[in-house]
C-alpha cells in the first residue's frame, strides 16, 4: 500500500507526517508527495494543490488533516475518489477551551478592564447576569456539540442553529433559513463554527447583525469567509456588536496594516482555535485506512453536493 503527503508547500511538516504515518502502518510505504512520484492509493493533505490530482487519478481515498474541507473547493477530484475530514482527533476540546475564554472574556467585560487598566483607572462595573447572556453557536456537528456542551457546564443557555434539525439536552435548537432570524434574536452572542460553503459565505453580516440584540458579540472560529469584516467594523463603530474574538480572516496571515489589530474591541488571534494534533490525527487516518482496506464503513466523508 502507497501512501502520499502533501501540506501545502510545507515539505518540513509533510516529512513529519511521513514519519508518523509510516509508523502507524508499518506494512505501507509512506512519502512525501513530488511531481512525478509513483501512483499511490491514499493521500493525506492539507491545502492540497490541483496537481497532485491531475497526477494521482488512481487514489482510493484522500484524508484532510483538518476538521474544515473547504480548500478542496478548487480541486477537481477525479471518478468518485471519498474524501474524509478529520473528526475530532483532539480538536473538539481545544475548541471547546477557546470558545470558553473567548465567551468569559466578553461576559465578564475584560476589554473593558484592559482599557481602564492603560489608564491606571480603578472602577468597577456593574455585574451581569448570565441569564442575559445567551450564547448561540452556528454550526452543530461535533465541534459544535463539545462546545454546547462545556458552555453549558458554566452556566450558559446555549442555542444551536444547523441546517438540519438536532437535539442536544439542555440546547434550544434552531434549524434552516426559516428558524435563522429567531436564532440570532435569542442570542447575545454568536460563535461561529459552521463549514464554508456557498450557502454560509458571508453569514456574518449587517443584516443578520441587526437581528442580534443591542450589544451583542461576535465569536468566529469557522472561516475568514464567514464575515463581512467591514460590515462587523461598522456595527462596532454604531455599538451594535460590542465587541468581538475572531480567530480567522478573509486573508491569513492578517495584514499589519488591517484595523482589526488594533481595534480596542477585538481580539485577534492567528487561526490557533484548534489545532491538528499529529499523534491523535495520524491514528484516526490509520484506523480509517485500515478500515477501508478491509471494506468496512467509514465516516467523515465530504459530501461533495453540501460541501462539508
Ligand atoms: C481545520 C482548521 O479545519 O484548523 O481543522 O482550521
Known amino acids: 500500500m502507497k501512501i502520499i503527503c502533501q501540506f501545502g508547500d510545507d515539505t518540513e511538516l509533510a516529512r ?43 487514489l ?13 473547493r478548487h480541486i477537481n477530484l477525479s471518478g468518485n475518489v471519498p474524501v474524509f ?13 477557546y470558545v470558553c475564554q473567548a465567551v468569559l472574556h466578553h461576559f465578564r467585560e475584560m476589554d473593558s478592564y484592559a482599557f481602564q487598566a492603560a489608564t491606571q483607572v480603578w472602577k468597577n462595573l456593574a455585574p451581569r447576569s448570565k441569564d442575559d447572556f445567551p450564547v448561540g453557536i452556528l454550526g452543530f456537528g461535533i465541534m459544535g ?42 442570542s447575545r452572542i454568536v460563535v461561529c463554527l459552521l463549514p464554508l460553503t456557498p450557502a454560509t459565505r458571508g453569514i456574518l453580516c449587517t443584516e443578520n447583525f441587526s437581528y ?59 487561526h490557533i482555535a484548534a489545532a491538528t494534533l499529529i499523534e491523535y490525527s ?10 477501508l482496506q478491509a471494506g468496512l464503513p467509514v465516516s467523515g466523508q465530504l459530501d461533495p453536493v453540501r460541501g462539508y
Open 60 to 72: 482510493k481515498a484522500v484524508f484532510n488533516a483538518g476538521a474544515g474541507v473547504d480548500a478542496f
Open 145 to 186: 456539540k463539545a462546545v454546547a456542551h462545556s458552555l453549558s457546564k458554566l452556566g450558559f443557555r446555549v442555542n444551536a442553529w444547523a441546517r438540519s434539525t438536532q437535539v442536544q439536552q439542555g440546547v434550544t435548537c434552531y434549524a434552516g433559513d426559516r428558524q435563522l432570524k429567531d436564532f440570532l434574536a435569542a
Open 212 to 270: 442580534m440584540p443591542q450589544g451583542s458579540y461576535i465569536i468566529n472560529v469557522g472561516r475568514g469567509g464567514h464575515l463581512q469584516e467591514d460590515d462587523l467594523l461598522a456595527a462596532l463603530e454604531s455599538g451594535h456588536i460590542a465587541g468581538a474574538t475572531l480567530d480567522v480572516f478573509q486573508q491569513e496571515p492578517l495584514p499589519a496594516d488591517h484595523p482589526f489589530w488594533q481595534h480596542p474591541k477585538v481580539v485577534v488571534t492567528p
Open 282 to 291: 495520524v491514528a484516526q487516518i490509520a484506523d480509517k485506512i485500515t478500515a
Open 85 to 97: 475530514r478529520l473528526e475530532d482527533a483532539g480538536m473538539a476540546e481545544q475548541m471547546s477551551d
Open 16 to 58: 513529519l507526517w511521513v514519519e508518523y504515518l509510516q509508523h502507524a502502518l508499518p506494512g505501507s510505504t509512506v512519502s512525501v508527495w513530488e511531481r512525478g512520484i509513483a501512483a499511490a492509493d491514499f493521500a493525506i493533505v492539507w491545502k492540497p494543490s490541483a496537481e497532485l490530482f491531475e497526477q494521482q487519478s488512481g
